[in-house]
T-cell receptor, first 114, second 114 residues
Framework: DTGVSQDPRHKITKRGQNVTFRCDPISEHNRLYWYRQTLGQGPEFLTYFQNEAQLEKSRLLSDRFSAERPKGSFSTLEIQRTEQGDSAMYLC????????????FGSGTRLTVV | GDSVTQMEGPVTLSEEAFLTINCTYTATGYPSLFWYVQYPGEGLQLLLKATKADDKGSNKGFEATYRKETTSFHLEKGSVQVSDSAVYFCALSEGGSNTGKLIFGQGTTLQVKP
């Protein structure tokens, strides 16, 4: 169990550029979540995958955001035409089985849009 | 919709003091409740959890009891250490949700002074 890995840890980009983040969940975890955390706030749900199927998307996930999880393994989150308001920590979490089994979070990708 | 409210911080305590961080929730179903801790520059780590009314979660000297009658899940520790300095998040997982997504409070920063 190597935990949930996220890459990169930090990303600085110019407004208008596209960025892509990667999450590698724990291998036997079939459920994967993306959250966004802004400074001084708790994480907010963005989207959820069960295996390769994206089953729920938050209203926070505008048309500029897209997430994939091909083959039900790693996941990517892409933001197109970044805006300064996209600056945040993007967290990935995975779990196996029941909610009560708990979630494992990655260390996050901190995005700064300048 | 479901929500979580935490006491505002920062909470500043001296080492060996008693800690209480209040958390109340609003939920339509029967959620599971969690406390997560976030150290600087890191992702969230599960501290403890409770899945039904009157359950007590405990870990590393921290405790919280799921109180359905007061819709609360207050975090307590009898004697804090400097190493407990971090941000603490209360969260619930929607009871009737198929996704099991987490709803977080805004976080409470704890600073413990030697």
């Amino acid at each position: 169990d190597t935990g949930v890995s996220q890459d990169p840890r930090h990303k600085i980009t110019k407004r208008g550029q596209n960025v892509t983040f990667r999450c590698d969940p724990i291998s036997e975890h079939n459920r994967l979540y993306w959250y966004r955390q802004t400074l001084g706030q708790g994480p907010e749900f963005l989207t959820y995958f069960q295996n390769e199927a994206q089953l729920e998307k938050s209203r926070l996930l505008s048309d500029r955001f897209s997430a994939e999880r091909p083959k039900g393994s790693f996941s990517t989150l892409e933001i197109q035409r970044t805006e300064q308001g996209d600056s945040a920590m993007y967290l990935c979490a995975s779990r196996k089985g029941q909610v009560a089994d708990g979630y494992t979070f990655g260390s996050g990708t901190r995005l700064t849009v300048v | 919709g479901d929500s979580v409210t935490q006491m505002e911080g920062p909470v500043t305590l001296s080492e060996e003091a008693f800690l209480t961080i209040n958390c109340t929730y609003t939920a339509t179903g029967y959620p599971s409740l969690f406390w997560y801790v976030q150290y600087p520059g890191e992702g969230l780590q599960l501290l403890l959890k409770a899945t039904k009314a009157d359950d007590k979660g405990s870990n590393k000297g921290f405790e919280a009891t799921y109180r359905k009658e007061t819709t609360s899940f207050h975090l307590e520790k009898g004697s804090v250490q400097v190493s407990d300095s971090a941000v603490y998040f209360c969260a619930l997982s929607e009871g009737g949700s198929n996704t099991g997504k987490l709803i977080f409070g805004q976080g409470t920063t704890l600073q413990v002074k030697p």
